[in-house]
């Protein structure tokens, strides 16, 4: 595979100034903020957008790619934390953190899942490899139960995701993350302690 041809000035220009546009537009609107407004507001053509980012998902994995991947690392980290469980639970938190920068990126991020074609589908099984390791670690020490698939898990926080994104004030994604995740751990961790309340 050969490296992509370096792009000139103008358009790299162009590119940094739909990226800036597009992150303030669904950070205010959500992910189906209108991609017309956002080359608008970049000052260039939806023809520009479009070469640059040729589908919505295109411009959403792009701004979400520098997040995938300090997850993916994190993952790595948090495999050699002393307690699997805590583990798992610290970087869940960040990946649902992650799955509600927008509103709407949730759902996108649940149907790419399970769709080959969706831009997106990459960044999920990368998520999905990070977490299987997490989970086989905890499940080895016995902490997390053995019938839940890493699927599963992954869908559960999505809809903790989008649920806390409708609580009002900060903090709706952690508090739901850590009630499911309660539900998650073997009956035997459950009689000691809640992961994500204070020790």
């Known amino acids: 595979m050969t490296d992509a041809k370096p792009m000139r000035a103008d358009a ?4 940094e100034r739909l990226l800036a546009e597009a992150r303030r537009a669904f950070a205010e609107h959500g992910v189906d903020a209108s991609l ?20 919505r998902e295109d411009l959403i994995e792009t701004l979400l790619r520098d997040r995938f991947d300090t997850q993916a690392e994190k993952a790595r980290e ?12 610290t970087w869940l938190i960040g990946l649902g953190e992650t799955s509600a920068v927008y509103r709407g990126l949730t759902e996108i991020l649940a149907d790419a899942f399970d769709d ?13 490899d990070a977490a299987s390791h997490l989970v086989d670690r905890a499940q080895a020490a016995g902490v997390f139960r053995a019938d839940v698939t890493v699927r599963e898990l992954l869908l559960l926080l999505h ?10 004030g900060e903090g709706g994604t952690e508090r739901l993350m850590a009630l499911v995740f309660t539900g998650l751990q073997t009956s035997e961790q459950r009689g000691q302690r809640v992961v994500g309340a204070p020790r």
């Not at 790299?12 to 590119?15: C, E, G, L, P, S």
């Not at 080959?116 to 999905?128: F, I």
Request: contains cysteine.
């Open 12 to 15: 790299r220009r162009n590119y």
């Open 36 to 55: 017309e407004d956002v080359a608008r507001s970049a000052g260039v053509g939806i023809g520009t957008l479009y070469r640059h980012f040729p589908t």
């Open 78 to 89: 948090l495999l050699l934390a002393e307690d699997p469980l805590d583990g798992l639970y």
């Open 116 to 128: 080959p074609e969706s831009r997106l589908h990459a960044s999920c099984e990368a998520m999905k």
């Open 159 to 168: 809809g903790a995701s989008w649920a806390g994104s409708h609580l009002p």
